[in-house]
């Protein structure tokens, strides 16, 4: 019959457990890229839904006589272009089971951009022709943010 050590008595403190604690070091590499896949596809969707709804609504407008133009309607055509970004993005990530929050939470990254920059154009800080430029160096970084946020949905 074995016996069991006997163990020694220690106070429980409560210790800052790393987020990938007991992970090993390619579990934690798979994850990053796993998260770096997931960004790269959200960009992937976020170009495909600015190039097809784009094309769409420019056609349409040509059918309708009439454009959209991002030196004279800045904020018009900003916000269109966060639309189309956003619509393909929630189709590939609903696709991709993500849920309601986090895919309207990137969403909004898509119209944060420009709803902070758009002060600054009134104020002639900025140019209407570098509205969109500005919109997207805005843009990249805060969806990071976003995603870091709910890492674990995403990979990380």
Do not use: N
Not at 45 to 74: D, F, I, K, N, Y
């Amino acid at each position: 019959m074995q016996t069991q050590p006997k163990r020694q008595q220690t106070q429980h403190t409560q210790a800052v457990v790393p987020a990938d604690s007991g992970r090993t070091r390619a579990e934690r590499h798979g994850g990053r890229r796993r998260f770096a896949r997931h960004y790269l596809e959200m960009v992937a969707a976020m170009v495909v839904g600015m190039l097809v709804l784009g094309a769409v609504t420019r056609g349409v407008l040509a059918l309708a006589g009439t454009e959209l133009s991002a030196s004279r309607q800045p904020e018009l055509a900003s916000l269109e272009m966060a639309f189309d970004m956003s619509v393909g993005m929630a189709v590939w990530m609903r696709g991709r089971g993500h849920g309601w929050a986090s895919t309207l939470e990137m969403c909004g990254a898509m119209f944060v951009p420009a709803l902070a920059l758009f002060p600054l154009l009134w104020l002639d800080v900025i140019a209407g022709d570098s509205m969109i430029a500005l919109e997207h160096l805005v843009m990249l970084p805060l969806m990071f943010l976003v995603m870091v946020r709910r890492r674990s949905e995403y990979g990380c």
